[in-house]
């Protein structure tokens, strides 16, 4: 059956379990008829027992628990799995045809690669000039100037900055932010002074794409981010999955443990988060109206990871980032850049994403494949993987570490160079309570143990 996770010997990708230009229906059962004939021919069904109720007799006198049996019943159980499957693909293929139209949407539940909606980018600006940077590589990797029109919204009235925008003529609209009314704060909150204005300009310049210009999705970048060259393909392949799975609200770029040394070279993984990521993510006008009559002062990003905004909705994050930032300076004054965010490995080649099949990113899907990956894998200590001790453990399959309190995730997360901090109880890159890296060659997860009924708002 199909592998959820790869390894460096077996590089079985991440639930890719539907054939290109086949509808979704005949490609799975004829998989599951092929995998079928083979078990039928390797066990000689024929002289085993010929019906359900001769099999259930057996199993009733003891007799059914034998290794024929247990094939019989695993080639069973695999056939029930993938028609549930089947039928849940199905609904999803009608929510995307009812909200992007049959003409977009294909077998592999993506985009047809001749046919692209309508996308907009906005970058959001201030006062540095080295915008150049990222329009740049915008212009450079974008495949069409008519389904990614380029916004820039400035704030600030940086004479240098705007001089650099309007150099771009036509290519973009240049958006200019003109409230720069100061903002009043007590003297302890001074300091925060930044942070208020980026709020407020982040309002203004949604409110702008989703409400002026009238668009249905968009992506946001700032102006100090870098772009993978296949920047756009991804977002424009995760479009319909946006439109159509309630449970998602937004697509991300990012992956806040995206280091080298901590993720696989397999550049088409791609996981659901509970953690809001930023730095470079799309979202659809229906949330930006849910969003913006209580948008926040200050803090918009983690005003966003609050249960209240969240609202257990996820996102989508890639294994390699397809951004990575540039800007040491900025309203953070560069918090984590110099231990963290410049070791962010941006991803140099390009994935097809729209010729492939991103059905297993679907909840219902997800879901129970990514816990029986994590829980089947066997379990280490903490202190044995600080020290590297994997004896007796298969080095082909993945790893589970345990940690049900704050302290120990922690001290776990610490050694092996990942983000610590919690936002509303979610630890970076988490999803049920699990964080997933990759390391010396080894999937690892972090994970609560089993049973785990959701995050601690404490642990902040």
Not at 9 to 30: A, E, H, P, Q, V
Not at 327 to 342: A, M, R
Request: aromatic content about 14%; glycine content about 6%.
């Amino acid at each position: 059956m199909i592998l959820f996770w790869s390894s460096t010997r077996m590089k079985t990708k991440l639930g890719y379990f539907i054939g290109s230009g086949i509808t979704i229906l005949w490609i799975l059962f004829f998989y599951q008829y092929v995998i079928f004939q083979q078990r039928v021919k390797d066990m000689d069904f024929e002289g085993a027992f010929g019906s359900s109720d001769q099999r259930l007799l057996m199993q009733i006198n003891g007799e059914g628990s034998g290794p024929t049996f247990q094939r019989i019943a695993a080639v069973e159980g695999d056939l029930q799995g993938l028609k549930k499957d089947s039928e849940r693909l199905q609904q999803y293929m009608d929510r995307v045809r009812e909200a992007v139209g049959d003409t977009m949407a294909n077998s592999n539940v993506t985009v047809l690669t001749s046919k692209i909606p309508v996308i907009p980018v906005i970058v959001f600006a201030c006062n540095r000039p080295t915008v150049k940077r990222n329009l740049d590589q915008l212009l450079k990797y974008r495949p069409s100037a008519e389904s990614f029109p380029i916004y820039v919204s400035q704030d600030c009235g940086h004479k240098e900055t705007a001089e650099v925008i309007e150099n771009y003529g036509d290519q973009m609209v240049h958006m200019k932010h003109t409230n720069n009314t100061p903002i009043v704060l007590e003297k302890k909150d001074k300091k925060f002074e930044g942070y208020y204005k980026l709020a407020r300009h982040y309002r203004w310049g949604l409110n702008q794409i989703f409400r002026k210009y009238n668009h249905t999705a968009a992506i946001i970048v700032e102006d100090d981010l870098d772009i993978a060259p296949d920047f756009f393909e991804y977002f424009a392949a995760l479009y319909p999955l946006l439109v159509a799975d309630s449970s998602l609200w937004c697509i991300s770029a990012w992956n806040d443990n995206g280091k080298a040394d901590l993720t696989e070279d397999a550049p088409e993984l791609l996981y659901r988060t509970d953690f809001f990521p930023g730095l470079g993510w799309m979202l659809r006008r229906d949330l930006w109206m849910e969003l913006e009559p209580k948008w926040p002062e200050k803090f918009w990003d983690d005003w966003m990871r609050r249960p209240e905004q969240r609202l257990k909705r996820s996102c989508i994050r890639p294994e390699v980032s397809r951004t990575s930032t540039f800007g040491k300076k900025g309203v953070s004054n560069g918090l984590f850049y110099e231990t963290h965010l410049k070791f962010i490995k941006l991803n140099d080649v390009s994935v097809p994403f729209r010729e492939r099949s991103l059905a297993y990113l679907l909840k219902d899907i997800y879901d129970p494949r990514f816990a029986s990956a994590v829980y089947n894998s066997p379990t280490i200590s903490q202190a044995a993987l600080r020290k590297g001790d994997f004896s007796g453990v298969d080095p082909n399959v993945s790893i589970r570490v345990e940690y049900s309190t704050k302290d120990q995730f922690i001290k776990t997360a610490k050694p092996l160079g990942l983000m610590q901090d919690f936002k509303a109880g979610v630890p970076r890159c988490g999803y049920r309570g699990v964080v997933t890296l990759f390391r010396n060659g080894r999937r690892i997860f972090l994970a609560p143990p089993i049973g785990w009924n959701g995050y601690d708002l404490s642990w902040n």
